[in-house]
């Protein structure tokens, strides 16, 4: 064959087997069926890639949701669905495993923890090792949590709140609750004694902050294209700045000497009886994995001890203290412009027993005097306001809005009504869509505490299988019950002496991301004494 007719076929070879892959496969595929968010959906990941690396992908998918139904197709092997019945439940109580997504992001170390784990074995596992110490049973019983929050609230934010009050100072309380939401994670995680102190230690914590949010706008490139990423990298490419992996680094440093901190003290006996000093978590997931006669799952095998629990350590003060954080930030704004609401809260502060009253110059600062006792953690939980006002905040302003991606198992599955959806397909669900659904939610986009005080019994349940600030299925975020209790405390620490009004809120919408905090990145408020005080 002449070499022009050779080439000729290869070239026409090649045009067909680009137009079966790309134009006739995505019409014959089962997903055909679904209805397309773009029109190029079908055909290219392109549309969705860059809805996300533009920052539109949470408010683009609602939109869509809403014209288009409750399962929607937006790439060639790519769905997002927006129900809980034959959606929600069927994906992340079904068994879907996790997409990559998660590992080329959220690995610590080189190391997978428990959140970026692909594989529900593993995942299992190492939930066995951990759950029972975030029981809403354990931390309401626990004395390391009660010694814990005692000295975060009386020894270091309470004062500094006093502080500002009485100077009539304003601050960013965005950082003020990101330090006090550390503090209490560190704490937990690691003892008072080898904890962070970000309430007290300013200049650190500035350090650490810009640190962490240095990195957060260059997460897509590794997350959603790992392969070019890498491909580029080679090529001498940086999509990725060299800044960020220097701050990675020393976020793990960092978390990795508080491990070895703890590790010393617990080899050399230093180790004292004081709860305040107990490493709740590091010693149970230490003692677990020393104990644990199992078999290593392929994704924990080969990696040394200490940087297993350092990689899960670090999630957990990661995710700990940046979603608290925000939905304190978020709560406080709205309460800040609503004087009769925090008037209301307070009064049913005020019910607790010992309500949480702070009286300057009465703590000794001796650090081994008794501090004031705390209201037990049931009648905290029990109060029905302060949880309305969380329940709320999570379900408008969830800290982490965005999808949760998961792939589709080897044989065909259902969802929404539609059959034979092909294995490894990427499903996503996302709390942003299922939070603004109006049946459920009336007049979704206000902020109304009162629709879950108001509510009937049916109605409350309805919203309750909506409502997924924490996700659900064996895969639900395993720290959500220490995050309602620190949450509850330190708004009624606040809110029992003072009151918060807004001085700048510039930049308060929230951004439109996975993890999303206000665009501005703070909040200035002004703290002030409650009229007459103290009785």
């Known amino acids: 064959m002449p070499p022009l007719s050779a080439l000729l076929l290869l070239i026409f ?34 549309w969705i890639l860059l809805t996300r690396r533009r920052g539109r992908e949470n408010r683009t998918l609602h939109a869509c949701h809403e014209r288009l139904g409750p399962l929607i197709r937006i790439g060639p092997s790519e769905l997002s669905v927006n129900c809980v019945d034959g959606g929600v439940r069927a994906i992340y109580s079904g068994g879907f495993e996790k997409h990559a997504w998660y590992s080329n992001v959220f690995d610590n170390y080189g190391v997978p923890c428990m959140f970026s784990m692909a594989h529900g074995r593993p995942h299992a596992a190492r939930k066995r090792m951990i759950s029972n110490v975030y029981s809403k049973s354990y931390l309401q019983t626990s004395p390391a ?144 994995l020393a104990t644990s006669s199992t078999k290593s799952a392929p994704e924990e095998s ?53 309500p949480l009253f702070y009286k300057p110059g009465t703590i000794n600062e001796d650090q081994n005097s008794d501090l004031p006792d705390l209201p037990s953690s049931r009648a905290l939980d029990a109060l029905p306001i302060l949880h309305a006002l969380l329940l709320e905040t999570l379900r408008l302003h969830a800290a982490i809005p965005g999808p949760q991606p998961r792939v589709t198992p080897s044989s065909p599955t259902t969802l929404a009504g539609y059959s034979d959806i092909p294995p490894n397909t990427r499903v996503s669900a996302l709390p942003y869509t299922l939070h603004r659904n109006a049946a459920v939610f009336p007049d979704p986009l206000a902020w109304k505490p009162e629709r879950w005080l108001e509510a009937g019994k049916e109605q409350k349940e309805d919203m309750m299988r909506w409502f997924w600030a924490f996700g659900s299925g064996g895969r639900m975020c395993i720290g959500n019950n220490f995050a309602m209790q620190e949450m509850k405390f330190l708004l009624a620490a606040i809110y029992t002496n003072y009151t918060t009004s807004v001085v700048d809120d510039e930049g308060i919408e929230q951004e439109d991301a996975y993890t999303a905090g206000p665009v501005g990145n703070k909040l200035i408020l002004k703290f002030a004494r409650v009229e007459g005080g103290s009785p």
């Open 302 to 354: 080969f990696h040394p001890q200490d940087l297993t629990i350092a990689s899960e350590m670090l999630d957990h003060l990661a995710a700990g203290h940046e979603t608290s954080g925000i939905t304190l930030t978020f709560l406080m704004h709205e309460l800040s412009q609503r004087p009769r609401m925090q008037a209301s809260l307070r009064e049913e502060l005020l019910t607790l027993s010992p």
């Open 145 to 288: 949590m009660r010694t814990i929050t005692q000295v975060l609230l009386w020894r270091r934010l309470l004062p500094v709140v006093e502080a500002l009050a009485r100077e009539e100072t304003e601050v960013d309380v965005h950082e003020l609750n990101f330090a006090a939401t550390m503090d209490l994670i560190n704490a937990f995680l690691f003892g008072l004694d080898h904890g962070s102190n970000f309430i007290e230690d300013v200049p650190f914590r500035k350090h650490f902050l810009a640190l962490y949010y240095s990195r957060k706008t260059y997460t897509f490139w590794p997350q959603e294209l790992p392969s070019l990423t890498a491909f580029m990298h080679k090529l001498g490419v940086r999509l990725v700045p060299r800044f960020v992996e220097t701050a990675n680094r020393e976020i793990e440093a960092w978390c990795l000497s508080m491990c070895k901190g703890v590790e010393r003290s617990l080899k050399t006996g230093t180790k004292t009886t004081d709860s305040s000093t107990s490493p709740v978590v590091y010693s149970q997931l230490a003692d677990a």
């Open 13 to 46: 070879s090649l045009l067909c087997l680009l137009t079966y892959r790309y134009l006739i496969q995505p019409l014959l595929s089962p997903l055909s069926r679904i209805p397309a968010a773009h029109v190029s959906a079908p055909f290219s990941p392109l």
